[in-house]
DNA sequence: ACGTCCGTTGTGACC
DNA sequence: CGGTCACAACGGACG
């Protein structure tokens, strides 16, 4: 019995750990390798010409990675749900494997694959390996509900016993029966888009520190694992921090309307600012904190900034000073981190807003002091903001308190060459603290408890009322039941 | 029902 | 400098 198969790679862009692609090579004839350029993403999303090279680098390993085993990458340009007939007809396609995706663009467009594939008699096979365990499951063993806290899902997890170890990536022998058929006219049709082709110009490309493709995940591992000599423990550690993605993507799928405020029945409804003005200084690394600032230039500029920097900006633009929706917050992340992820985006901005499992929101960090813990000095910011490099470490995180004089010699007078403050921070923690509150106090069922009340009324309302209980029951029902 | 404990990483004063 | 505590007080899990 053997197989054309269509292996359709999405998110993981790997050989190894790559269960769906070995199903497909067996009693294989023929193997086809695709990704598919799908126009919805950059039709739905600001993605950064930064991403797109990283998407294209990991496409070019991938296809020299599979020539390595006598195959190769075919990239089709197009709509999934147009290209699948055509390539079914074309290569007589007898079976379709492919990696599960959890998000819900993913689901509904794999949904629509799949009966595709069934209309043409093809077999399809999904195998779960862009996570540790299989999503749908945890969440049955959770009665059917994501688990809300980092501990009820080491609990659901714990019965269930290790994640499968990682799939050995295929070799020449495991193609040995099998070809990869390509014909000269597939050169331009099937080649690996350029950033030109992507409607990119590589002029606004940021410096190359983080070449994507599976071969430099792979090394970095290794000198990660290497260099670690003590490990922790979750949820600090590298392990904990997996629990942590598993956790989030088990919210994605468990939690209706994840990636919004409304119709998310985790999410505590805020009365957040559109202040386009402040949303833009954010995003740009205008603030006149130079600890924010140098953050979000560096993620401007490189793509990537470490998970504290991540906090420090995202409460900033949410409930510490800027009181903006960590909708728009989430929207700038997803554009410009190459390690942007749908799941932990959402999760992690709604954390950071203490609007769903974190709800200490008195806890605020300081865009002064937070840095200066870790660095004293300022060396972070006058790296990524190198016209303030002439302060001192007494006025690095707060230039507008230096006297002109200083301004002066530094060469960088507040106001004119950098920034004042845009808010206040000491006043409107205070301010957006009781509004928080106030948020809150809705949320439990409490009548009297507005906007004007910002005072801090001992009222505590009527607590946790049936009504929002069962509401919240029934969504999280509901999002379980459309499934089945 | 209700109380209690805990929660990946806050801040600033004080000793 | 390092540890402790008040600040003001949240929801989720569990007994």
């Given at each position: 019995m053997n197989h054309n198969s269509i292996h359709w790679f999405r998110k993981g862009l790997r050989l190894h750990d790559n269960p769906a692609l070995l199903a497909a090579m067996k009693d294989c004839a023929e193997l086809y390798p695709i990704f598919i350029l799908d126009p919805w993403f950059p039709k739905n999303m600001q993605v950064s010409v930064n991403r797109w090279r990283f998407l294209v680098e990991a496409l070019k390993d991938l296809d020299e990675n599979l020539k390595k085993i006598n195959s190769r990458l075919f990239v089709v340009r197009g709509k999934p749900a147009e290209v699948f007939p055509v390539l079914f007809k074309k290569w007589k396609v007898t079976r379709l494997t492919f990696e599960v995706d959890t998000e819900p663009y993913s689901k509904q467009r794999d949904a629509e694959v799949e009966k595709m594939a069934a209309e043409h008699s093809v077999q399809v096979i999904q195998k779960v390996s862009n996570t540790l365990y299989d999503i749908d499951r945890i969440i049955a063993e959770n009665n059917g509900k994501a688990p809300l806290t980092y501990v009820r899902l080491q609990t659901v997890l714990a019965p269930l016993g290790s994640p499968k170890r990682p799939a050995q990536a295929p070799t020449k022998n495991d193609m040995k029966e099998c070809s990869t058929p390509w014909k000269s006219s597939y050169d331009g049709k099937y080649s690996i888009p350029t950033l030109e082709e992507l409607g990119q110009d590589p002029e606004k490309l940021g410096p190359h520190l983080y070449p994507g493709g599976e071969t430099e995940a792979l090394s970095r591992l290794e000198i990660y694992m290497k260099r670690t000599r003590k490990h922790s423990h979750p949820p600090v550690s590298l392990h904990g921090q997996l629990l942590w993605r598993e956790f989030f993507y088990t919210a994605g799928v468990g939690v209706p309307n994840f990636n919004k405020m409304e119709g998310n029945p985790v999410c505590v409804q805020v009365d957040w600012d559109n202040n386009k003005e402040h949303l833009k200084a954010w995003s740009e690394g205008r603030t006149g904190y130079p600890f924010i600032d140098a953050i979000m230039t560096q993620l401007r500029t490189e793509g990537w900034i470490h998970h504290l920097a991540r906090h420090a900006v995202a409460c900033f633009l949410t409930r510490g000073d800027l009181w903006i929706s960590w909708e728009e917050g989430q929207k700038v992340f997803e554009e410009l981190?190459?390690?942007?992820?749908w799941s932990l985006n959402a999760g992690n901005w709604q954390w950071l807003s203490a609007?769903?499992?974190?709800?200490?929101?008195?806890r605020v960090y300081s865009p002064v002091a937070f840095g200066k813990k870790t660095d004293k000095n300022g060396e972070y910011i006058k790296k990524y903001?190198?016209?303030?490099?002439?302060?001192p470490a007494e006025y690095i995180?707060?230039?507008?308190?230096?006297p002109r004089s200083l301004q002066e010699r530094a060469g960088c007078i507040i106001g004119k060459d950098y920034p004042k403050p845009i808010v206040e921070h000491e006043v409107v923690r205070k301010k957006n603290i009781q509004r928080m509150k106030a948020a809150y106090a809705r949320r439990s069922g409490s009548v009297d408890v507005g906007d004007k009340d910002l005072e801090g009324s001992k009222k505590k309302g009527v607590k946790r009322n049936a009504a929002k209980e069962q509401s919240v029951a029934d969504l999280l029902k509901k999002a379980k039941f459309k499934k089945d």
């Open positions: 981190l190459l390690d942007a992820d609007s769903a499992f974190f709800h200490q929101f008195f903001l190198p016209f303030l490099k002439k302060f995180y707060e230039p507008w308190k230096a």
